[in-house]
Structure formats: C-alpha cells, structure tokens
C-alpha cells in the first residue's frame, strides 16, 4: 500500500472549515484514499473515501486532485467534538492484504 | 445495540499471568481483527480473521493466540503477560473486501 504523508498537528477556530491535507504521491490507479479519526480513548471511526472523484457525505468531503496524489478531507463547520487525530490511509480494496495500515496522523485541535 | 463489543474495558494484571480479552460484532462481517496501540498511539495490526481463518498474523509473540469460534466472535488470548504488553487492544471488523472496519472501544490492559 502506498504510503501517506500527513501534518502532525492543526489547529482551527470552532465554527470554521477544518482542511486536512494528505500526500499520497505514490498512490496507484487501483487504491482508495480512506479516511479515520480517533477521539481521544475511543476506538478509530471511518469518516469517507475516495478513488478519484471528490465525495461528500454526512461528516465530511474528501477532495482528490486529479493526479491523486494528494487529497483534503474537509469538516464544514468544526465543532470542539471534532478534536481528533485523522488519518488518511490509502488501500488497496482489490488486494489480497485485508489490512489497513495507521500512520501517525494529524492531531486536529478545534478552539473554542 | 453496540456493533463491535469488547469485554473487558479494562484489565490490570500481574506479569507472568494469562487472561483472555473477547470481542463480538452484530454487523454480519465476514473479517475481524486485533489491533494494539501503544503509549505512542500507534495502532498496529496484530491478526486477522476471515470466515473463521487466519488471514492475517503480524509479527506478534507466540504468546498471543487469537480465537474465532465463528465469524462473528474473536478472541484474543494471552499467556504469561509480560509489562511491554501493557497497551489499548482494539477489535475490528469489515466485509472481506472493503476497507469500512468498524472498531469497537477498546480494552486497557495494564500489566503490573
């Protein structure tokens, strides 16, 4: 699986955008950028992904530029609940490695 | 209902001891997993488990034996605990193909 490159932290004001930016640059035409977030002491959550097209869903919008080799996954209005770390993984679906694999993530702070 | 359970939340032990930490999921997975996240928080995958099989094993001690009596139950065992194996176990399930796992929240091991 292609390996992630993601800030280690970011901070935002409540009530404002959060954008999260994720390189991926060796991504291959075949993997889809996943993205997670651990709220401190629970377990990780699937937020969205992606392959190439941009999606949007209940949480969130995961932007792909078109070479896909990095994506933005977008919170529209930040809430102090949203104080996280997000990861942006990128997998293989259609390999024989059902696994995902964490990085280390970025740290979203949202402030009051 | 809880889709991914965990029992127990937490565990404190003395070293040299063997308990068992059990996880069940309701969503009709196919595939389940363990992952371990140390003080580091980092989230590393330990095994997995398709349809009752082993698919998955990290390079984990043998100390450490995961149990599936059926597709919807996987347990992880661990004899003569020792104090590195103090950490956060997470399970987590999928459909075999799909990178959508669903975590349960967690179990605290402490080893004394």
């Known amino acids: 699986d292609a390996k992630t490159t993601q800030p280690p932290s970011m901070d935002c004001a409540e009530g404002r955008a959060a954008n999260l930016p994720c390189n991926h640059s060796?991504?291959?035409?075949?993997?889809?950028v996943y993205w997670y977030r651990q709220i401190h002491s629970q377990g990780p959550q699937y937020i969205i992904h992606?392959?190439?097209n941009n999606e949007t869903n209940e949480m969130a919008s995961l932007i792909i530029t078109e070479d896909r080799k990095s994506s933005t996954l977008i919170l529209p209005h930040a809430t102090l609940r949203d104080t996280a770390v997000y990861y942006c993984i990128v997998f293989n679906s259609g390999g024989s490695n059902y696994k995902l694999t964490f990085g280390k993530g970025t740290l979203l702070t949202v402030n009051p | 209902d809880t889709a991914v359970s965990q029992t127990p939340k937490y565990l404190v032990t003395q070293m040299g001891n063997d308990k068992s930490i059990k996880c069940e999921q309701n969503?009709?997975?196919?595939?389940m997993y363990w992952y371990k996240q140390d003080s580091k928080k980092f989230l590393k995958i330990m095994f997995s488990y398709n349809n009752k099989e082993l698919i998955i094993n990290e390079t984990v001690p043998n100390r450490f034996s995961p149990k599936s009596p059926d597709k919807a139950h996987l347990n992880l065992h661990i004899n003569s605990l020792e104090l590195g194996d103090s950490a956060v176990y997470f399970c987590?399930?999928?459909?075999?193909?799909?990178?959508?796992?669903?975590f349960g929240s967690g179990t605290r091991l402490t080893v004394v």
């Open positions: 060796t991504i291959s035409g075949n993997e889809y």
């Open positions: 969503l009709g997975h196919d595939t």
């Open positions: 992606g392959l190439k």
């Open positions: 987590a399930s999928s459909q075999v193909l799909g990178a959508r796992y669903t």
